[in-house]
């Protein structure tokens, strides 16, 4: 994990701030291939009150802002640093099959003049 936070104590709360970047192996939903992908919270901030001198573990509070930076539906794509095979799969499928125009039922359709 990479990480830069600021940290400070004011008035009996503990607060901090700053950017966290995790690397992780994920599988592509479309071509089911794994692909690492960089997870990254650029505005982390935590304020937490404090009861004494204590220590006080930061790592539930950056794994939990993590957690909710994963994407739901990864693709190995999304960066634009690779291409999905699935997705030039569907391209190509695409650009080979000739359809109707989307305007073919209007052209049919005969109005009064």
């Not at 794994?34 to 539930?60: C, M, Q, R, W």
């Not at 799969?89 to 005969?110: G, I």
Request: charged share 25%.
């Amino acid at each position: 994990m990479q990480y830069r936070i600021d940290i400070g104590v004011s008035e009996g709360s503990l607060w901090a701030n700053g950017s966290l970047k995790q690397p992780i192996e994920l599988t592509c939903v479309a071509c089911l291939e794994k692909f690492v992908y960089d997870i990254k919270v650029p505005a982390f901030a935590l304020h937490t009150e404090l009861h004494g001198p204590e220590t006080v573990n930061l790592s539930p509070f950056m794994r939990e802002d993590i957690l909710l930076n994963l994407p739901a539906h990864p693709r190995c794509d999304r960066e634009g640093g690779r291409v999905c095979k699935a997705a030039a799969a569907t391209m190509a499928a695409a650009a080979e099959t000739k359809r109707k125009s989307d305007w073919s039922a209007l052209d049919r359709l005969k109005l009064k003049k």
